[in-house]
């Protein structure tokens, strides 16, 4: 056999291998899931931050943390910012499950210190009408939900093989007149392995400070001692909200290319994720480059060994191409949900 092909066969054994050892643990952490009586899914605040970002990412099934090497860096791995080594927008843009508009905005630049990266994910809610027990068709007003996070980031790297990153954000969501803020960091690492060129990319995302519900909504009227009359039934109390983690996250990916040429390459990854607000599960894509990676055509499938699992089928495609001296790049996504309507994103990129 020639040596290229045992490279390949190399490198096809060992994402094979990664699978099989992840799916007995992840069958495990799933029977001990589903035998307990409490579920981790629903305990965290500002849940938009575990939707993906970028439509190469999506249509890879997630499976990016070692391939990223794009603005996209700054919500997947911060240490693939350093890849960054131009001046770069990108722009994305999804209509999120019921009429939601899930956008995200970044701009890079690299400097003697690193890439530095600023970024924006904004999430926002249609108007919708207030109803109350005593008006349930509604009162005539209307209301919003809306989240964002403000993220700082920094990708540098140290060798030619490792790289390292990290953001720091300020994240808030509103509903009508409340709202709740925090502050997270991220933190990232990306190595080129000698074995074929294979990627070992690793992340935390979302190790922050608990949010909590304030506002004017939650201001009611109290009677303190409703069995008694002559008292004052309208004081004025303020209603005691919770405190919730943010959604903690960790991802450990495989990337590697199982062919390439001067003409076509086809890459292949991996990436396991262990979140605070659910089980442990799988992603797993793929992308084939075409014509020195003008054409792009992308798959790949998420959540896998995940019980009930919302995501799982996902395709898509990109562009890339040179009007000297700007580079534009476009991509798109495809995304089958369970029990929701699929999902179409859209991203944009622009290098100087």
Request: aromatic share 10%; glycine share 10%; hydrophobic share 45%.
């Amino acid at each position: 056999m020639k040596p290229r092909n045992v490279r390949r066969a190399g490198l096809a054994a060992f994402f094979v291998g990664a699978l099989l050892v992840a799916a007995p643990a992840n069958a495990q952490e799933t029977f001990e899931g589903n035998t307990r009586s409490v579920s981790k899914r629903g305990t965290t605040a500002a849940d938009f931050l575990s939707i993906p970002v970028g439509a190469r990412a999506a249509a890879m099934g997630n499976a990016i943390s070692a391939s990223v090497d794009d603005l996209t860096s700054i919500y997947w791995n911060p240490a693939g910012l350093a890849a960054v080594r131009q001046g770069n927008v990108t722009a994305e843009y999804a209509q999120w499950l019921a009429d939601v508009d899930f956008n995200f905005f970044a701009i890079a630049a690299p400097t003697g210190a690193g890439t530095i990266g600023l970024a924006i994910t904004s999430m926002r809610t249609p108007e919708m009408e207030v109803t109350t027990v005593d008006d349930q068709y509604g009162t005539g007003e209307t209301f919003t939900a809306s989240s964002y996070a403000l993220a700082l980031s920094l990708g540098r790297q140290l060798t030619d093989r490792f790289g390292v990153g990290a953001s720091i954000k300020y994240v808030s969501e509103r509903i009508w007149n409340s709202n709740a803020g925090g502050v997270a960091m991220d933190i990232g690492t990306m190595f080129v392995t000698p074995f074929s060129g294979i990627r070992l990319g690793a992340s935390i995302s979302n190790f922050g400070t608990k949010m909590q519900l304030t506002g004017d909504d939650l201001l009611v009227k109290v009677d303190i001692d409703p069995n008694n009359g002559g008292n004052n039934e309208s004081n004025r109390a303020f209603l005691s909200t919770g405190e919730f983690d943010m959604p903690l996250t960790m991802r450990i990916g495989l990337a590697g290319e199982v062919f390439q040429s001067d003409k076509a390459r086809l890459t292949l990854a991996v990436d396991a994720l262990n979140p605070n607000n659910s089980e442990q599960y799988v992603n797993v894509g793929a992308e084939l480059g075409l014509a020195g990676d003008l054409l792009m055509i992308r798959g790949g499938y998420s959540e896998l060994f995940l019980a009930d699992n919302v995501r799982s089928l996902t395709v898509g495609a990109g562009l890339n191409y040179r009007f000297a001296p700007l580079y534009l790049s476009f991509d798109y996504s495809y995304e089958v949900m369970e029990y929701f309507t699929d999902i179409n994103r859209f991203t944009v990129s622009l290098r100087w």
